[in-house]
């Protein structure tokens, strides 16, 4: 790996690998040790936020589990913002690059604005192109439409590539009650899926994961070598363990990324190749598509499958960009499309913009608190500044804190493609949690606290110079103690002789 | 001219200096300026909490003490970008509207209003990192930000490179936000901190002797971690710099 | 009320009723290369894919190279023979025991290094991924500039299936290291040759 500026210098190769095989095997023939003689220091992967119930998700806690994983907590944050380098360098290389953005956000802002007209298009389209069409009101009905269409195919095994849909859906959940094997194919949701956790990102899934925690997930799951971490071998057996799984398929599903009205096609946009082997390879391909997915026509389609890639990964173009417009002769296609609080969402004055979303993960990519928490620590289906603005809608009050998880520093909307002003909604969601009794009794308090005290001139002077002389004359250990938070992680600020209305009064004695 | 001068509540309690530099500046330009006895403060604590109700007397406070003046001018880019993008929990009427219109962060209004070209009293020979809070530079725009496509200009940086003997320093993340975020500070310290020790990091590795923003809010926050640290750089407005400050 | 009419009703209710026209979307294609087959050369090499270099006394030489010492080739390019013949009726999981497939791209993109496959470029869909290792033909007359010139072609309205591919199956879950091979193919080398 050649020397890159942006790497902590714990991330680059520190030698050559201990003779490795071809097949990542260890030597031990000859002089070689029996057994590995590095002790085994593995940090233990930091898991999510912990889930009581309906009480609202503490992303805070988890975050801070996150960062006292060092190692976890470097690479993850490291990884990413290589990403968003990597989508500013594809940037600068594009000079209509803002132009491309006003177009994104003003074709989903007028296909929002007729969403009802779009979607009959689509439908009316796809339905002369041999594709079945199925609407689902919520997350439980899309569930209830994938399980009927497998078990009228007598379908047992399905193979899926990524989509977040049906992670809303708690999709494998639902079909392992019904006696449905799902197989994620795409590498970093097949990790996930075998160590029974959530994906923590919307296009690299198990970007939290260390190569150790995969090694140890695929040991217990797949039988590998625990010891052996090179990611070649790792990803090398999970595509050799997954190939009779594709193979021996009844059917497969994909998710979408556009679906495009004038010709009722569904684009997916892959790396690996697995949604088209998913789709092509069993005889039955199904589609789950959220209903804000739908775009016009294939000249708007060129515009986001220009910014797609650039965006989430820094490269121009994913390296699978598929287009299913109708069923293979002898197959079938399905389309559910799904609603499950989309067309709410639309009514909402300040919040419907989020439904633009394209879910490239450039706003995770760039926002400093979610590279420093994991994606886990929201503890819901969307994390970072689009799961904060999202999540809400699907559940107030458990997410009622995740809008404080936030600097409101404005980076995720700068490098968003469709350009929602995700900051600003992020702001938006206080107030309403605020006017909806969803903060914390003590912080609601201190906040009515605060406004009486600065509106009054009077009780604000004869608190401040209160306030600095205790500074100037406690001891340290008062101070500094778990009740201050402010002193947990930095010094306390230096207390001045004087304030500054102080200091004006004696010196320049004016009054107003 | 007459410019009514903003101080805000943490610097009024903790920055005097930054106030002081800030009212000799302005009367160096020959400006007329007044520090209304009664202001507090911008709303921002509350409004930030999503607390606007709460905000809304504070804000008529501010209103109050400067509708006399033809430009406020505050050295706070925050508290600036809340009055001119946020201070809505009161009634917009002309008088309010006029206010928010007419207040200025002090980097943008030597460089805008005065237009600023000399400051021959001035002389800082020291590497300085600039910082830019976070709504100073997205919010009121004084520099161009690295996730757009734009052509690279910098109002703070127009100013200070006229100081003599500057010298300006490159930080590997020059706009990562340093993880202050008012509130968020406190109630998510853990994240916070975090970022504050990563972005005094980037700053020592950067060889920067002084740090210098537009916002000494941040800097608290960034000075705070660099002392836990033992990180040697110095924290200083640019207010200070600007009005002559050697150290 | 079926689910549909729940649906549409529910967006009728709640559109915005805000004014938002559909924009022109222009071509961008302003500053063409001078060279389209060797911008696509670059490009596709940035994604991993690799560029043949044609022999001009025997054009189908660097194809045949490859070939040597694959055991299952399974070709839906004329010029191309393979070994595995693609019939009428064969399942799409047939072809897992394949080396090398080989196929001629619709079209290819200068601006992103792809190629475009359709259903009649593969024959059978899975020819694209179930081989180890891909091998397209490409008439360099047929590299369009951009994706704006690419979407305009008349093969998204007339395949059932159509695909960009751009470099090799790849992935970087793990630690942000890249792997080729990732589920589909482990290679993609892409002759230029003229369409007879």
């Avoid at chain 1, 969307?382 to 804190?401: C, E, Q, R, V």
């Avoid at chain 1, 995720?412 to 909604?425: D, F």
Wanted: proline fraction near 6%; glycine fraction near 8%.
């Amino acid at each position: 790996m050649s020397e890159n500026p942006l790497l902590h210098r714990d991330l680059l190769d520190s030698g050559p690998p201990e003779g490795m095989t071809r097949g990542g095997k260890r030597l031990d023939h000859a002089e070689g040790t029996s057994t590995p003689l590095r002790p085994k220091v593995r940090e233990p992967q930091p898991r999510g936020a912990r889930i009581r119930g309906n009480r609202p998700v503490d992303q805070s806690e988890a975050a801070n589990r996150f960062i006292a994983a060092p190692e976890h907590e470097k690479m993850h944050d490291e990884r990413l913002w290589d990403l968003r380098q990597k989508r500013d360098r594809e940037m600068h290389g594009i000079p209509e690059w803002e132009e491309l953005r006003d177009l994104a956000s003003a074709i989903k802002e007028h296909t929002l604005t007729h969403l009802d007209a779009y979607l009959e298009q689509f439908e009316t389209n796809a339905r002369a192109n041999g594709v079945q069409v199925h609407w689902a009101r919520d997350a439980g009905e899309h569930n209830r439409i994938v399980l009927a269409i497998l078990e009228s195919h007598g379908a047992k095994r399905l193979i899926k590539s990524k989509s977040m849909l049906t992670e809303e859906c708690d999709f494998r959940p639902f079909m392992a009650e019904h006696g449905i094997e799902i197989i994620e194919t795409d590498l970093g949701e097949r990790i996930q899926q075998l160590d029974d956790e959530a994906p923590s990102h919307v296009v690299v899934p198990a970007v939290h994961k260390l190569r150790a925690d995969v090694a140890q997930v695929f040991a217990e799951k797949l039988g590998s070598d625990p010891d052996t971490e090179d990611v070649h071998y790792l990803a090398e057996t999970q595509r050799e363990a997954t190939r009779p799984l594709i193979t021996s398929a009844d059917a497969g599903m994909t998710g979408c990324n556009f679906a495009v009205a004038e010709t009722g096609a569904v684009v997916v946009c892959t790396n690996e190749g697995n949604a088209d082997l998913s789709a092509n390879t069993p005889p039955l391909h199904i589609v789950s598509a959220g209903i804000e997915k739908v775009i016009p026509r294939l000249d708007h389609l060129a515009v986001f499958v220009r910014l797609l890639s650039r965006s989430a990964l820094g490269s121009p173009m994913t390296q699978y960009t598929s287009h299913f417009r109708g069923p293979r002769a002898g197959g079938e296609m399905h389309v559910v499309l799904v609603d499950n609080g989309r067309s709410e969402r639309l009514g909402m004055e300040k919040f419907w913009p989020s439904l633009k979303c394209i879910r490239c993960g450039a706003c995770m990519n760039t926002c400093p608190v979610f590279r420093r928490s994991g994606g886990l620590s929201y503890g819901a289906t969307y994390a970072g500044p689009i799961g904060i603005i999202l999540d809400p809608t699907f559940n107030a009050h458990k997410y009622s804190k995740l809008p404080f998880s936030s600097t409101l520093n404005g980076s995720c909307s700068n490098v968003c493609p469709v350009k929602i002003n995700i900051h600003e909604q992020i702001a938006d969601w206080r107030k309403v949690m605020s006017e909806t009794h969803e903060l914390p009794l003590m912080k609601k308090a201190m906040m009515k606290a605060a406004g009486a005290l600065l509106a009054s001139p009077a009780l604000y002077r004869a608190a401040l110079p209160l306030a600095d002389s205790a500074l100037r004359h406690l001891p340290r250990f008062i101070i500094y103690n778990r009740l201050n938070a402010w002193g947990r992680g930095r010094e306390v600020p230096h207390a001045p002789k004087q304030t500054f209305h102080q200091w004006y009064k004696e010196n320049r004695g004016r009054e107003k | 001219m007459r410019v009514g001068l903003f101080i805000p509540c943490y610097v009024d309690a903790f920055h005097l200096e930054v106030g002081i530099a800030t009212l000799e500046l302005l009367e160096r330009f020959g400006l007329d300026v007044e520090y209304p006895y009664d202001q507090t403060c911008c709303g921002q604590p509350m409004t930030n909490t999503g607390c606007h109700a709460e905000s809304a007397a504070t804000e008529a406070l501010f209103v109050r003490n400067f509708a006399p003046y033809e430009y406020i001018v505050t050295p706070s880019g925050s508290c600036a970008h809340q009055v001119r993008f946020n201070l809505d929990a009161i009634e917009q009427t002309e008088e309010v509207k006029q206010v928010r219109a007419k207040t200025f962060e002090l980097v943008e209004f030597l460089h805008d209003v005065i237009k600023a070209d000399a400051f021959p009293w001035a002389e800082f020979p020291h590497k300085v990192a600039l910082h830019n809070n976070c709504q100073t530079l997205r919010g009121l725009r004084v520099a161009s930000m690295s996730e757009r496509r734009e052509e690279a200009f910098s109002k703070p940086i127009n100013l200070l490179s006229k100081v003599k003997g500057i010298e300006f320093v490159h930080l590997a993340r020059p706009d990562e936000c340093c993880g202050f975020g008012g509130t968020f500070s406190v109630f998510e310290e853990g994240v916070s901190a975090k970022m504050g020790h990563d972005k005094v990091l980037d700053q020592h590795q950067s060889g920067a002797e002084y740090v210098t923003s537009s916002d000494s809010s941040c800097m608290m926050h960034q000075q705070g971690c660099a002392e836990r640290l033992g990180m040697p750089q110095k924290y200083i407005h640019i207010a200070q710099i600007l009005n002559g400050a050697r150290s | 009320m079926s689910s549909r009419d729940e649906v549409m009703a529910s967006i009728r209710a709640h559109r915005p009723k805000l004014v938002r026209p559909e924009p022109s979307v222009p071509l961008f294609d302003g500053a063409t290369p001078a060279n389209l087959l060797e911008a696509f050369g670059q490009q596709l090499a940035r994604m991993g894919g690799e560029l043949l270099k044609p022999d001009p006394v025997d054009p189908l030489a660097p194809v045949r190279d490859k070939l040597l010492g694959a055991k299952v080739v399974c070709s839906n390019a004329p010029e191309v023979p393979g070994n595995k013949a693609l019939v009428p009726g064969m399942k799409p999981a047939d072809l897992a025991d394949v080396d090398y497939g080989v196929v001629r791209a619709s079209f290819g993109v200068a601006e992103t290094g792809s190629v475009c496959l359709t259903d009649a470029n593969l024959g059978v869909n899975t020819l694209g991924y179930l081989p180890q290792r891909l091998i397209v033909l490409l008439d360099p007359a047929e590299i369009v500039i951009n994706i704006h010139h690419a979407y305009r072609r008349p093969e998204w309205r007339q395949a059932r299936y159509a695909v960009f591919h751009t470099g090799p199956s790849a992935t970087a879950d793990i630690e942000g290291v890249l792997i080729h091979g990732a589920q589909g193919v482990r290679s993609l080398s892409v002759l230029p040759l003229a369409r007879q």
